[in-house]
């Protein structure tokens, strides 16, 4: 289905197989920010909440990463040093080519696991069902409910419009056909009810 860029500006929270367990777990992707000045260096070296990375993209520099789920919120960090808006931090990978596109954190709540993934997607989906030797995925569960409107709706077209558009438009055409409708809605349906952890 669709490449990375496409889906990862609806999605932190994405549902993703444990790497322990094997169920539901949620990923999120690392955030950064350039550490602007030297003298704020400490304080993100001594947090908990933060890792610092050198990282080169057109001269050398240091970047804050923030892993969520395995660091306290970015908004409940009261004493970050100043300049640094607790709004603002981007995709680790934006800072340059150093930084993986897939670093992020999975936290599971079936069996207590919190740690740095990279992601793969979309072997990592937890939300896929199998038609016709095809996989469909969804991201989350909103994603998912969205996808079982979308294949039961008698007006397609319609039932797209909304956050989940660009995903669903990408969604390969043997899931939509006439006869796929049925059997894709039921193993959705039946995947919907499957315990989230
Ligand atoms: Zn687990």
Redesign the pocket.
């Known amino acids: 289905m669709s490449p990375c860029k496409s889906w990862t500006p609806l999605a932190d929270g994405l549902a993703i197989g444990?790497p322990?367990?094997?169920?539901e777990?949620q990923f999120a992707f690392a955030a950064a920010r350039r550490i602007a000045r030297k003298a704020d260096r400490p304080f993100f070296e001594a947090s908990r909440d933060f890792e610092v990375k050198r990282v080169f993209w057109h001269g050398y520099y240091d970047i804050a990463v923030h892993y969520p789920g395995l660091a306290r919120p970015l908004r409940d960090i009261g004493d970050l040093p100043e300049g640094y808006r607790k709004t603002g931090w981007r995709r680790a990978w934006r800072l340059g080519p150093e930084m993986p596109v897939d670093a992020g954190a999975a936290v599971?709540l079936?069996?207590?696991?919190r740690r740095k993934h990279a992601l793969h997607w979309p072997q990592d989906a937890f939300l896929t069902i199998e038609h016709k030797g095809h996989v469909l995925w969804a991201m989350d569960r909103p994603a998912l409910a969205a996808l079982i409107e979308y294949i039961e709706a008698e007006d397609r077209k319609a039932a797209r419009r909304g956050p989940f558009q660009g995903f669903l438009m990408k969604i390969p055409s043997v899931f939509l056909t006439a006869g796929a409708r049925a059997p894709v809605a039921a193993k959705l349906r039946k995947l919907m009810l499957r315990d989230a952890?």
């Open positions: 444990c322990e367990c094997g169920a777990a599971c079936s069996c207590g696991a952890a």
